[in-house]
């Protein structure tokens, strides 16, 4: 079938080189008779498909041929399409040619160019196949109709609910919603709602929103769950005879206090030559068999996802807070990477295999911490801590040596949210990353690294998490953006990770390091997973891979797999033949839902930061400029880390332009001006739950305070 749809595109686009009537069409294929209405159906189904055509007078053509594109359309946030053409070049579609596409749509693109630019620009002709998401908004009703306005600001048209569609919602009830007619652009989607969520504001239905819109799952089907209870019979004395016995070795973990799943845990010496670390990870691979229920579950998964909170796991609770978590006094199955460094921190050799640990401790980092900085020995460091005391020294001649490579690290804070029993957010901050944290980030990254070596050496196929060099275009707006600042950062493109980290270090301990931390993480491309090894910028490593936390990471898992079906340091030829196949297809997967993780993640984390700032309006904070449009500035505030806009309409004293190359915003009377970077105190004017945003106004001294705007300093003293 896929060689038949081969021939008839190729013989529309090369050989009769114009469009046909299907009957000529299969008149010039010289098709039998006998065959024709099967070869019909196939070519209305390309059509169906958007591989062929169907133009005027009942002719088919190809696409491509007739300056079409066909793919998924992407719509912004201003109501723009793009879709990328055949070579790889963006087709821009402006808000009236979009017909009725929404955002994921499969559509058809003709494509054209204006006369004032070189652009390609698009106008939708024909939906081919509409996106499955559901639309989560909120419930309106107006008279004799109901509509709901979407929060995905993307999804740029109320959706119209018939009063039998709407499931009895209430005005102003957050439902969600699917698309279930639209053909006339002039006209708004019908829909109807397929579930209620619950009213803004409400700390579970928010959360739920969250949830819902990037399609997250909410429980295990019940094959898994079973699966998942069955097969704690593998776990057998006769398993633990056959592994490598590491019972009589010191190991322990350390993880966050809250932690409930513990999938790595470590053990370190001194020895003659130097130092030997050894990192355990779970043995998930042993529980989880290919091709199972509970595998292909985790694999459309692909991650655990963290929400503020609570967690949604790729793994049922049975494995990963049970027999995969390697808890204190009970023996657990591992993968084992054992490491021998010298004196400087240097890794000489290492071997990795199936062992059985029983962890002496379970430490919290602040555990860890105390004992580093005061010598402090609870009972449970107690058991420890000569290990530990090795233990830090060998992170320490580590992470000098990493640093000396080149590989950079972006000390970025991360979100700190109190939450009470009823999901309220009672306290905003920021996790301060201590030593301890460093040390096990260190001991994950040496044991990956020596994975990736392994394999490497072996000459085999693989699984790598690769970070590409960064885009020129995207560094030199970074170069430009510092020097305004007052920076100098030359880029070329031999950039090497050296460069990027003397610059970090150069801006350690300044007003604007954490902003220039995140500004230069964001001009670097996103790692991904694939089976070519091209390095990883970031870390500066030649060779990487995830091997550490195969509970909560599907590629993890995959890694594990492969390094226990190497046979004598080969792959088997039928498993060797199909693993590039393989491991490109898991490896896109698991970037993508990586990436849809971490922006729930993020969205989860602004909306409780919105929510704990409702409680504070009118308070004065300090902050610092992150972020110029030309309509007003964003500003991160100080320790909190949530981030709000300063709106033009609010600065009464100028009217203020945006001058985009030099990232600041000028005073057209008094020239005063804005700059990125620049340390700002500011009001909480209001707070939108629904859109997630935080509006604040300027707090100066010398003017009289916005009517209306309740202004407190009590809580600035509390903090």
């Not at 190729?10 to 006998?34: F, Q, V």
């Not at 916005?706 to 809580?715: A, C, K, M, N, Y």
Request: with cysteine; aromatic share 8%.
């Amino acid at each position: 079938m896929a060689l038949k749809e081969h021939y008839i595109i190729d013989y529309l686009a090369y050989k009769a080189g114009r469009p046909l009537k299907i009957k000529e069409l299969a008149s010039e294929m010289r098709i039998p008779g006998k065959e024709y209405q099967s070869f019909r159906k196939l070519v209305k189904q390309l059509i169906d498909e958007g591989k062929l055509v169907r133009l005027r007078r009942g002719r088919v053509g190809v696409p491509s041929e007739l300056d079409l594109v066909v793919g998924e359309i992407s719509i912004t946030r201003g109501g723009f399409g793009m879709i990328y053409s055949d070579s790889g070049e963006p087709v821009v579609i402006s808000p009236k040619n979009l017909f009725t596409a929404l955002d994921g749509d499969k559509v058809m693109v003709r494509v054209g160019t204006t006369d004032t630019d070189n652009e390609l620009h698009g106008k939708v002709i024909k939906i081919l196949k509409r996106t499955e998401k559901d639309i989560i908004g909120v419930f309106h009703r107006a008279g004799h109709f109901n509509f709901v306005k979407p929060d995905n600001r993307k999804v740029y048209r109320d959706v119209y609910i018939a009063n039998r569609l709407s499931q009895k919602a209430l005005d102003g009830e957050r439902v969600v919603v699917r698309i279930t007619h639209w053909e006339e652009p002039n006209l708004n989607p019908e829909g109807e709602v397929v579930e209620r969520i619950g009213f803004p504001g409400n700390p579970k239905a928010d959360m739920l929103a969250v949830i819902r819109s990037f399609e997250l799952p909410q429980k295990f089907p019940e094959d898994v769950e079973r699966e998942a209870e069955d097969v704690a019979a593998l776990f057998t004395d006769a398993e633990i005879k056959r592994r490598r016995d590491f019972t009589d070795e010191i190991v322990y973990t350390i993880d966050p206090f809250d932690a409930k799943d513990f999938d790595d845990a470590v053990s370190v010496s001194k020895t003659k030559s130097g130092y030997r670390l050894g990192v355990y990870i779970a043995d998930v691979s042993f529980f989880v068999r290919e091709d199972t229920p509970l595998d292909r579950e985790a694999y459309d998964r692909g991650t655990s996802v963290y929400l503020p909170g609570m967690v949604i796991p790729m793994l049922p609770e049975k494995l990963s807070n049970d027999l995969c978590s390697l808890k204190p006094n009970r023996k657990r199955l591992v993968f084992a990477a054992i490491m021998n460094f010298d004196r400087r921190g240097k890794m000489l050799d290492w071997e990795i295999v199936d062992g059985v640990i029983q962890s002496r401790a379970r430490l919290a980092y602040e555990e860890a911490q105390d004992f580093f900085d005061t010598g402090k020995l609870l009972p449970k460091v107690k058991r420890v801590a000569k290990n530990l005391t090795v233990a830090r020294e060998l992170a320490g001649l580590l992470q000098k040596r990493r640093k000396a490579e080149g590989s950079l690290d972006f000390d970025l804070p991360e979100a700190r949210i109190v939450m009470n029993k009823a999901g309220e957010v009672v306290e905003l901050g920021s996790r301060i990353r201590l030593e301890a944290h460093r040390l096990v980030e260190e001991f994950m990254l040496a044991a990956n690294r020596a994975v990736a070596l392994h394999v490497f050496r072996l000459g085999q196929k693989f699984l790598y998490r690769v970070h590409e060099k960064p885009d020129m275009e995207k560094l030199e707006a970074f170069s430009l953006l510092v020097k305004r600042l007052g920076y100098r950062f030359p880029v070329s493109p031999q950039m090497k990770p050296i460069q990027c980290s003397r610059f970090l270090d150069k801006i350690k301990g300044k007003p604007e390091e954490e902003l220039l931390n995140e500004l230069m993480l964001r001009s670097m491309k996103k790692a991904v997973y694939q089976p070519k090894n091209i390095g990883h910028f970031g870390l500066a490593f030649t060779h990487y891979t995830h091997f550490t936390s195969p509970i909560r990471r599907y590629p993890d898992l995959i890694v594990h797999r492969l390094l226990r079906k190497l046979e004598n340091g080969r792959f088997p030829i039928k498993l060797a033949k199909r693993l590039d196949n393989v491991l490109t297809n898991v490896g896109h997967h698991c970037s993508e839902t990586e990436r849809k993780a971490e922006a729930a993640e993020r969205e989860a984390i602004k909306l409780k930061q919105v929510e704990y700032m409702t409680k504070h309006l009118g308070d004065e904070y300090t902050g610092v400029i992150s972020g110029m449009l030309n309509f007003g500035f964003f500003v991160r505030i100080d320790k909190l880390g949530a981030e709000g806009m300063v709106r033009l309409s609010s600065l009464d004293d100028d009217y203020y332009h945006f001058d985009e190359n030099n990232f600041r915003l000028v005073g057209r009377r008094t020239g005063r001006v804005f700059r990125l970077g620049d340390p700002v105190s500011v009001g909480i004017m209001s707070v939108d739950r629904i859109k997630n945003e935080i509006n604040l106004y300027l707090v100066e001294e010398d003017r009289k305070k916005p009517r209306g705007r309740r202004t407190l300093r009590t809580s600035r003293r509390k903090r």
